[in-house]
C-alpha cells in the first residue's frame, strides 16, 4: 500500500522563492529520503533523514521529520528555474522504499 | 562514467511479445531493484536483489521475471507482454537496504 503522500501536488513560484513540499506517511519508518526527478530522467537522490534526527541540511535543501504526526518536509530555498523538477518523498520501514505520488514544483524565471 | 545503466533506453513492441531490458551498475553496490513508473508518475517497486538473492518480490505478475547473473547486473524479463505493462522501468542500486539509492536513467516500454 502506498506509504508517503506529498503535499501539494503542483507548486508554482517565481525563481528567488522558498519552496515548501510536505510529506505525510502511515506507519513506522527506519528512515525517510527525498528525490527529484527531472522530466524523462531517473531519480536523483537528494536527502536521507534517519527516524532519529529532526532536521537535515544540504546546501538550499532543508529536510525536517516529524515522527509524532508521521510528517516531513523539504524546504528549498532561494530557488532557481533548474530546481524545476517533481520531487518525491520515500519511506524505509522495512528494507524497501515506498514512494509518494510527487509534487511537481515550477520555478519561473 | 554512467553509475546505473540500462538498455534499451525505448522499447515498442507488440502485445504477446517477450522482450528484456538490462540493467549494469558500475558503484559496487551489493543491492539492485527494479521498478515501474506508471503514467501518473507513481513508482512501485517491483523486485530486489542482494548479491544476487532475491529478497523483494513483489506482487507482480509471473510474466515478469527478474535474473541476477552477478552484483553488479539485474535484467528484467516479461513474457506476453500486455498494454497494461507499458510504463517506464527503473533499474536502481544502493550499498545496502538502508541506504540512498542511484536510479538509471529509465527504460520507457510502449506496448502495442
Known amino acids: 500500500s502506498q506509504q508517503g503522500e506529498e503535499d501539494p501536488q503542483a507548486l508554482s513560484i517565481q525563481e528567488g522563492e522558498n519552496a515548501t513540499m510536505n510529506c505525510s506517511y502511515k506507519?513506522?519508518?527506519?528512515?525517510l529520503q527525498w528525490y527529484r526527478q527531472n522530466s524523462g530522467r531517473g531519480l536523483v537522490h537528494l536527502i536521507l533523514?534517519?527516524?532519529?534526527?529532526r532536521e537535515k541540511h544540504s546546501g538550499r535543501l532543508r529536510v525536517t521529520l516529524d515522527t509524532s504526526k508521521k510528517s516531513s518536509s523539504l524546504l528549498i530555498t532561494a530557488s532557481r528555474a533548474a530546481d524545476t523538477a517533481s520531487y518525491f518523498c520515500?519511506?524505509?520501514?522495512?528494507?524497501?522504499?515506498?514512494f509518494g505520488k510527487g509534487t511537481k514544483l515550477t520555478v519561473n524565471p | 562514467d554512467t553509475a546505473v545503466s540500462q538498455t534499451p533506453k525505448y522499447l515498442v513492441t507488440q502485445m504477446g511479445n517477450d522482450k528484456s531490458i538490462k540493467c549494469e551498475q558500475n558503484?559496487?553496490?551489493?543491492?539492485m531493484y527494479w521498478y515501474k513508473q506508471d503514467s501518473k508518475k507513481f513508482l512501485k517497486i517491483m523486485f530486489s536483489?542482494?548479491?544476487?538473492?532475491?529478497?523483494i518480490n513483489e506482487t507482480v505478475p509471473n510474466r515478469f521475471s527478474p535474473k541476477s547473473p552477478d552484483k553488479a547486473h539485474l535484467n528484467l524479463h516479461i513474457n506476453s507482454l500486455e498494454l497494461g505493462d507499458s510504463a517506464v522501468y527503473f533499474c536502481?542500486?544502493?550499498?545496502?537496504?538502508?541506504?540512498?539509492?542511484?536510479f538509471g536513467p529509465g527504460t520507457r516500454l510502449t506496448v502495442t
Open positions: 536502481a542500486s544502493s550499498q545496502d537496504r538502508v541506504r540512498e539509492q542511484y
Open positions: 506507519t513506522s519508518i527506519n528512515n
Open positions: 533523514i534517519r527516524s532519529n534526527e
Open positions: 520515500a519511506t524505509d520501514g522495512g528494507g524497501k522504499l515506498v
Open positions: 558503484l559496487g553496490h551489493d543491492t
Open positions: 536483489y542482494n548479491n544476487k538473492e532475491l529478497i
